[in-house]
């Protein structure tokens, strides 16, 4: 099972999760949920890379392997 699957297998919409900042965007930031699975925290004040936050899950897209959050 690819880490991916894990991640949706043990987590679900609403879900609450602590990240690491792995990349900061224009839009947001790509915050590091589990080892290799990044999800697009919408945010117009994202911490610097490397912070650790608590996001919430809003959104998962399994077909595109994508989810996105929001703060917790």
Known sequence: MSQWQEFVAAHAEG???DGVVAR???FGAFVEVA???H???VTEAAPGPGSRVTVRIES???ERRRF????A
């Open 39 to 41: 999800g697009l925290w």
């Open 60 to 62: 998962i897209d399994g």
């Open 68 to 71: 996105s959050l929001v703060q």
């Open 15 to 17: 879900g609450v999760l």
């Open 35 to 37: 080892p290799g699975v």
């Open 24 to 26: 900061v965007v224009p």
